[in-house]
């Protein structure tokens, strides 16, 4: 790391630390990437959570959560822009990244952790990572070790019995919508990488380094060329009008994002309101049960305070109630 470089303490199993890596490239800002095991020291210093990615930036302060990051990085270096113009791209957009940082997350998650063969590889792939000159005995039995504490903490995005159908429908839905998407442009919005890009490349682009999602994307021939694009990104053109994207994004925000995804997240909020340890909704698919968590409902909070500097815009809301997602974007 030089003093003109930012450092990124990440990991290649991480989609928040790939996705602020991919971020980086794109704005061709100069990084250095580094596992937590190699810059212990630093995380120690500027860690506030034990959590990747973490970036030191060249005066030395430290960030972490990767919306956030993205967030601070582009107030700092606004071009090229990750945000549509137009008000409608720009806040479904947003809510996107938001949908793939919080719903894709249960995706790879439960997939990777779901099988014995995708426990099996993960595991091992971690353990090689942690200690890059193990021996096959050391790195079996640190494996082992990682299977164990990663399959009892399932829960953590909701999967159990009732739900591992729903999540892994969900993944199959949305990744046809997207492929179709896809199929008439290289990027979520256009000719270059949003906001949205971002936040869904980072886990489905980890779900294909698992033999089970691996399986499933390898027929989705547009979303495999637009995972490879998403490793380096560069702008080729302009972002598209609403007008032109409409008619594949929105049943994603239909399907998806609002019967699903803003349904669950608005129903962990109000459990975590009147102090619930389990929570059940109705979702578009199934009924859906799990633990509340916190951090899911200040991530709610934070995409309602964003939707508030769109709401006046008409043709945004006429979108979001048509997709049935402005009923839980308003605040309560």
């Given amino acids: 790391m030089t003093e003109s470089n930012y450092l990124i303490v990440g990991a290649e199993e991480s989609p928040y630390s790939v996705k602020v890596r991919s971020y980086f490239r794109y704005k061709n800002i100069p990084h250095t990437w580094k596992t937590r095991a190699e810059s212990a020291e630093l995380f120690a210093q500027h860690a506030k959570l ?15 959560d990767s919306t956030p990051i993205i967030e601070r990085m582009e107030a700092t270096i606004p071009e090229p822009s990750i945000h549509p113009a137009e008000p409608v791209c720009r806040f479904v957009s947003i809510l996107l990244e938001e949908f793939g940082d919080e719903w894709g997350n249960k995706w790879m998650f439960h997939l990777r952790w779901a099988r014995e063969i995708d ?4 595991a091992r792939r971690i353990a090689a990572m942690v200690n890059p000159n193990a021996d096959e005995d050391q790195i079996a039995k640190a494996s082992q070790s990682i299977r164990e504490r990663m ?18 429908a969900s993944f199959q839905d949305s990744l046809k919508l997207l492929d179709q998407h896809l199929e008439s ?148």
Avoid at 119 to 122: A, D, E, L, S, T
Avoid at 151 to 158: I, M
Avoid at 224 to 243: C, H, K, T, V, Y
């Fill in 119 to 122: 426990q099996i590889g993960c």
């Fill in 151 to 168: 399959v009892g903490r399932v829960w953590f995005v909701g999967s159990n019995e009732t739900t591992a159908p729903l999540i892994e």
């Fill in 185 to 332: 442009r290289r990027y979520l919005f256009g000719d270059r990488p949003s906001f949205a890009d971002f936040g869904l490349w980072g886990q489905i682009y980890n779900a294909n380094r698992d033999h089970t999602p691996a399986q499933i994307i390898s027929k989705t021939r547009n979303i495999q060329a637009w995972l490879d694009r998403m490793l380096n990104p560069i702008s080729l053109g302009p972002f598209d009008e609403w007008s032109s994207l409409s008619s594949t994004l929105s049943p994603l925000l239909a399907t998806q994002v609002g019967s699903m995804f803003l349904r669950w997240s608005d129903a962990n909020s109000r459990a975590i309101d009147s102090g619930q340890n389990e929570f059940s909704v109705e979702l578009s698919v199934g009924e859906w049960t799990q633990r509340p968590q916190k951090y899911h409902a200040k991530s709610l909070a934070a995409l309602r305070e964003k939707y508030r500097s769109f709401s006046e815009h008409e043709k945004l809301r006429e979108l979001l109630l048509e997709t049935e997602c402005l009923q839980y974007l308003q605040e309560a």
């Fill in 50 to 64: 034990p959590l990747i990615p973490l970036v030191v930036t060249p005066d030395s302060t430290g960030i972490q």
